[in-house]
């Protein structure tokens, strides 16, 4: 993910976006949504989900807007993840299970995480199973890619989380 200007954004596939939600993600609500851009040019729409379920998961979903290699996405995972502060030895740890999460994905594709407390969090490309993370805390990093207040996107963070963090499941994301 790149620094950028967020705008806001309109229709992404509704029908089977919402069936895979429903699917993994019982009760969701779409509570923000934001576009990513770097330079001027559109990298991705993203939208975030939360289940009302007492236990519920969180959904984040993105349609690409232009052309990505898996390499690429990868490695400006990683990137990511050490600007939020994750330790050498953490990543090290995390690497070989995020090299292999990926997909090269092309303009109108999207990947879709969708996590579970305490559970994996499960990546789609184009609605069909891509890959796992495995691991509660690798998951919360996942998303702090784009949730967290070390974020290097925080107008997107903002636009994605708006003002519901407080009454749902996103504690770990709404401290400054």
Not at 40 to 66: I, M, N, T
Request: glycine fraction near 6%; aromatic fraction near 8%; proline fraction near 6%.
């Amino acid at each position: 993910m790149l620094c950028g200007l967020i705008s806001p954004t309109s229709a992404l596939a509704p029908s089977s976006l919402d069936k895979l939600i429903e699917q993994h993600l019982p009760r969701a609500q779409m509570i923000g949504q934001g576009r990513m851009t770097y330079w001027g040019f559109k990298l991705y729409d993203a939208k975030l989900y939360a289940s009302q379920e007492p236990q519920g998961g969180l959904a984040l979903h993105l349609q690409y807007l232009r052309t990505f290699e898996a390499s690429a996405l990868y490695q400006q995972t990683m990137e990511e993840l050490k600007k939020m502060g994750i330790p050498e030895p953490k990543l090290q740890e995390w690497s070989h299970q995020l090299s292999k999460a990926f997909k090269t994905v092309k303009e109108g594709d999207t990947i879709t995480a969708i996590t579970q407390p305490q559970s994996v969090t499960r990546l789609f490309h184009n609605g069909q199973p891509m890959s796992e993370i495995s691991g509660e805390e690798l998951s919360q990093a996942f998303l702090g890619i784009w949730l967290h207040p070390r974020t290097s996107a925080p107008q997107l963070r903002s636009s994605l989380l708006g003002q519901v963090c407080p009454t749902i499941q996103l504690k770990a994301y709404c401290h400054e």
